[in-house]
């Protein structure tokens, strides 16, 4: 951040800081405020009268003998405590011996609603303090004793005076929400123009704060990521500042490590925080999580109450977070700080140049404090494989003048340090990866890797040079992941792998780099079965010169997002999304709409199926058969015996019915060729294309099927086995597109799988080969030339995996495709304009859940199935529900029940899918906090037009428990069957089959999709 002083900026603020504080009404109300504290002694004399307790002159007590017998809750003895105190100031007790009370003259309790009344005729521009003082007062004895939720006084249904209210209309509020508007703004003016400020705004609550300050901000070049604990005012928030650009909404319990809840350190270069950390345990350690957030001499700017007001103890002091405080050095009988105990406090907690606007400046007991973050030596130690055009040496620096650590890791014949140049390693060797972590500092490990860009456009390679390239990436990049697995102790490591202009996002004028797209494969991989070091996946922009693309990679490595796949074209931002795209039922005028015909298949042509002998290839074989086809090719490496072998097969052997398979196409009118080659192999296959046009009819079309796995995890594999299985996908790709760029092909499929898209365990290599596919179809298509690549998903039949590893892909929602479904898809799609597409039979609620059990995947956001058919708003809902139930057969309506009660859940708590949140699981476990609790009471009364108990989340603590409440108590059916409630893993995801590795880890290739994989923009 750039180095900006808090005194400069208070200085210039100052002089109009009385003409805001009279602006906004602070003046009247600082007028008013010796009024309030006598109102608020009304009403703590009033409650306490209710309570069966009046003030009898001489009479002595303690504070726990008066607590029991007026019977005052547990939570709410602190609040007590401080009313006693406040009779105290006022005369009417005096301390008496061993710690208790003397009542120093009886006192009359008198009805504080005509000295209310009084206050708001002389004070109309005060109502909002008044009303809510007069709401939480009105309600002091309920809620002393237990017997009233003080939320439903602060955060009414009717907002005439709730806390949201108070936060952005009160005087004290306005001033100071405007004094922050002016902070920033004058922050924003000595920021430089080409950088982003990135803003977090701590506790933001209803977002009064967030609604002044955005104002100030270009919303061009902000990041402000809006936090709070409770998901009900992320939910309301995301609403409310829907038209602002660059807000993030995410939750974020400041008294909590925030590296545990997925915030990145030192990212931030303003913090704000409104009237929050008062209410956090120990202050101390607030400060140390916040100041581990902020970026070197980032400023931090702080709105705090600094005196006792008896009339925001009555307000606020109902809430158990008020009283939680435990730093009793600190704070021994009050939650509030003075400005100079703050000041004192920032300063030994390592801030500098703390400045402040306060009393004196003209503001009412607040003070608005700015201190600067100290200048922060790295902690993070950062390793930059770095690419040969420059980027890996331009981070570097970026690096350094952000105080970070880098050092620059090149390609050699191995292992050499290079002093402050960094270090070489073989690609080839793993031991040298390993050597390089032991000879550089473990703690807070950032890898960056760059190898990737340096491979050449696919035009311009060779087929020697392609293998060479990709040992050199995909061999780097295993043997890095290697290294890092095996760390000892394991390092906080994080991995980010960088490519340029491998992904289809944006525009790109040179076309897709190919021979780069394996890495991404390998990522998707990476992140299953490394999800403890994985950072993310970045596509730059091949036309970016270095010093743009540096602190874009600098703002994704460090900002606390959960995507893991971005990509950069110029300064727009894109992330991957898996996206549904529904098929026209009507092929032909789908196919007219594109401007594409469908492919006929010409009975004079010749088609090459390679992998031609296995489960698909026989089967592909007899399509196009059935399409009029009538010269085949089919290709594996093994081919088969001669001809004049054939009767004396053994029955029943794989060769054998690979052989009838073949007479049946024969029977057809076919004539099959079977060949022996290997796809990969340059010269074999251009002896085999040489037959085209001349011995055989020419080439019209051409499916690509052929495929090895290894199914290894990347700690076991190696790289020459890892090479074997990019060989017929990979390289043989390759060959075939070399040599059909000038063949009149109708179509060129490829035969890729949905591990290019996620990732398989295991399958690392096989996902590496497929992205090529992928990324190969969209480089013919951007040069003229004919290529769809599809992403398939389980078929019926697949002989490369067994028949267990295929019901546990259905078990885990990946439902087999019957072969004549997908085949009718396959000819669907061929008229498609689209290079890639993915089809795949899937149950979505089942297989999101399996995928997502140990990290949220921002990639399949949207494939979630139908929501539930039970739907119910506020305002609608008690109709709606009661109607469907009516018109249900009783045997069904508890599970009716159960599912509204999941959706009204789920959308208080913020889940996407109610079909994801199991029924026996807590509501706190998922989540859920008072408001959120208060949140779907309100919702089940609207529904049901009946009031329901303020504990109701307490007593019936989970959605089952919750059903049968409803079902018994308040629709009160007989006999109600127990709401069903499947046992499920803790973290509410469908159980999965037994797998020592856990949900993540899929033998199975197709792991899921729907349709097609696109970037969309962020």
């Known amino acids: 951040a750039p180095v900006i002083s808090p005194a400069e900026i208070m200085t210039s603020l100052r002089p109009a800081v009385a003409e805001t504080a009279a602006q906004h009404g602070l003046t009247q109300f600082a007028d008013l405020a010796p009024h309030l504290e006598s109102l608020s002694l009304m009403y703590v004399l009033h409650a306490f009268h209710l309570l069966g307790w009046d003030c009898r002159a001489g ?67 005060c109502a909002t303090e008044l009303k809510l003082l007069s709401q939480c007062g009105d309600q002091l004895a309920e809620v002393l004793c237990g017997k009233l939720d003080p939320l439903t006084l602060l955060f009414p249904a009717e907002e005439e005076a709730s806390a949201e209210k108070l936060y952005r209309d009160s005087a004290f509020a306005k001033t100071a929400n405007v004094l922050a508007h002016q902070t920033l703004a004058a922050t924003v003016a000595q920021w430089p123009a080409d950088r982003k400020i990135r803003v977090l705004e701590i506790g933001a609550g209803t ?60 990212q931030f270069d303003f913090i704000l925080a409104a009237n929050v950390l008062h209410a956090t345990a120990d202050l101390r350690q607030t400060l140390r999580h916040l100041k581990a957030l902020l970026a070197a001499q980032g400023l931090l700017l702080l709105l705090e109450g600094t005196v006792q007001q008896r009339w925001i103890d009555l307000i606020f002091g109902m809430t158990e977070g008020w009283w939680r405080f435990r730093d009793h050095d600190l704070r021994p009988a009050h939650p509030l700080l003075s400005e100079f105990q703050w000041q004192d406090l920032l300063a030994q907690s390592g801030f500098e140049q703390t400045a402040t606007l306060a009393e004196v400046d003209g503001l009412h007991k607040q003070a608005v404090l700015l201190a600067r973050g100290p200048r922060v030596k790295s902690e993070a130690s950062w390793l930059i494989f770095a690419d040969t ?40 060797n793993g031991a040298d990866f390993k050597q390089l972590l032991r000879e550089t500092p473990a703690q807070q490990r950032r890898v960056v890797y760059l190898w990737g860009m340096n491979a050449t456009p696919l035009a311009a390679t060779a087929l020697e040079q392609a293998e060479a390239e990709q040992a050199m990436s995909c061999g780097g990049l295993l043997h ?65 010169g270095a010093a743009a693309i540096a602190p874009q990679l600098w703002l994704e490595m460090t900002a606390a997002a959960e995507e893991d796949q971005i990509a950069w074209r110029g300064d727009q931002r894109y992330v991957a999304r898996l996206t549904r795209r ?28 390679t992998g031609g002998f296995g489960g698909l290839g026989l089967l592909l074989a007899k399509w196009l058969v059935e399409q009029g086809g009538r010269h085949l090719f089919l290709l594996s490496r093994r081919g088969l015996p001669e001809r004049a072998s054939w009767p004396s097969l053994t029955k029943d052997s794989e060769v054998a019915q690979q052989v009838e398979a073949i007479r049946e196409l024969e029977a057809l009118g076919a004539q099959v060729t079977p060949l022996a080659a290997d796809v990969s192999d340059l010269a074999q296959m251009s002896a085999l294309f040489a037959r085209f046009g001349t011995e055989a009819p020419p080439l019209r079309g051409l499916l690509h099927a052929a495929a090895v796995i290894h199914l290894q995890s990347l700690r076991e ?109 396959l000819q669907h799609v061929l008229a498609s304009d689209l290079p890639q597409i993915a089809i795949a039979d899937v149950d979505w609620s089942t297989l999101k859940s399996a995928y997502e059990a140990r990290r949220r995947r921002p990639f399949l956001d949207g494939m979630t199935d139908a929501a539930p058919a039970v739907e119910s708003k506020p305002a609608t809902g008690k109709i709606d529900i009661l109607t469907q139930l009516q018109q249900t057969p009783p045997d069904d309506r508890q599970e009716v029940l159960l599912q509204f009660v999941q959706t009204q859940a789920a959308r208080v708590l913020g889940i996407a899918s109610a079909q994801g949140l199991d029924p026996a699981r807590g509501f706190f476990e998922m989540g859920m906090d008072s408001l959120t609790s208060v949140e779907l009471r309100r919702r089940l009364e609207s529904s049901f037009g009946e009031s329901l108990p303020s504990t109701l989340t307490f007593n019936y603590p989970n959605v089952a428990a919750l059903t049968d409440y409803l079902a018994q108590r308040v629709l009160r059916w007989e006999q109600p069957e127990p709401a069903a409630a499947t046992a499920t893993p803790a973290n509410g995801s469908a159980a999965a089959p037994a797998n020592e590795a856990g949900q993540d880890d899929f033998s199975e290739e197709e792991l899921v999709a729907m349709l097609a994989a696109k970037l969309q923009k962020a």
């Open 59 to 125: 009479e002595e007590f303690t504070a726990l003998a008066l607590f029991e017998k007026l019977k005052i809750a547990p939570l709410q003895q602190r609040l007590a405590k401080r009313m006693l105190d406040m009779l105290v100031e006022d005369g009417l007790l005096t301390p008496a011996s061993g710690g208790g009370y003397q009542v120093a003259a009886t006192t009359t309790a008198m009805d504080p609603q005509w000295y209310l009344q009084e206050l708001l005729k002389e004070n109309p521009a």
């Open 207 to 266: 977002g009064g704060t967030t609604a002044f300050v955005l104002g100030a901000l270009p919303p061009d070049r902000i990041e402000y990521v809006f936090t709070d604990v409770s998901q009900l005012f992320l939910n309301a928030a995301a609403e409310k500042f829907r038209g602002h650009a660059g807000m993030r909404y995410q939750l974020l319990d400041i008294e909590k490590d925030p590296a545990a809840q997925g915030f990145a350190g030192r």
């Open 389 to 428: 055009g420059g980027v890996g040496r331009q981070l570097a620096e970026y690096l350094a003048a952000r105080n970070q650590e880098a050092r620059l890791v090149i390609a050699g014949a191995g292992f050499e340090a290079l002093g402050e140049a960094g270090f070489r390693v073989n690609p080839a």
């Open 480 to 544: 890095l992941v290697q290294a890092l697995a095996e760390e000892q102790p394991a390092a906080a490591a994080k991995l980010w792998v960088i490519t340029a202009g491998a992904q289809p996002a944006g525009e790109l004028t040179g076309g897709l780099a190919a021979q780069q797209a394996p890495l991404w494969g390998m990522t998707r991989v990476i992140a299953l079965e490394h999800p403890e070091f994985w950072g993310g996946a970045i596509d730059v922009d091949p036309k970016a």
């Open 582 to 609: 529904l098929l026209a039922d009507d092929s032909t005028a789908n196919a007219a709409a594109n401007g594409r015909s469908r492919p006929v298949i010409h009975s004079d042509a010749s088609y090459l199926i």
């Open 717 to 825: 594999t190696t790289l020459e086995k890892f090479q074997a299985a990019l060989r017929p996908k990979l390289y043989g790709t390759w060959v075939l597109h070399h040599l059909t760029q000038k063949q009149a092909l109708d179509f060129f499929v490829l035969f890729s799988s949905t591990t290019a898209l996620l990732g398989a365990s295991a399958m690392a290599d096989y996902a590496a080969a497929n992205q090529f596919l992928d990324a190969c179809a969209h480089a013919r298509r951007h040069s003229g030339l004919p290529a769809l690549s599809i992403n398939w998903g389980t078929w019926e039949k697949m002989r490369l995996f067994s028949t267990a590893e295929q019901e546990m892909a259905a078990r885990s929602g990946l439902r087999p495709m019957p072969a004549e479904s997908a085949l009718a898809t």
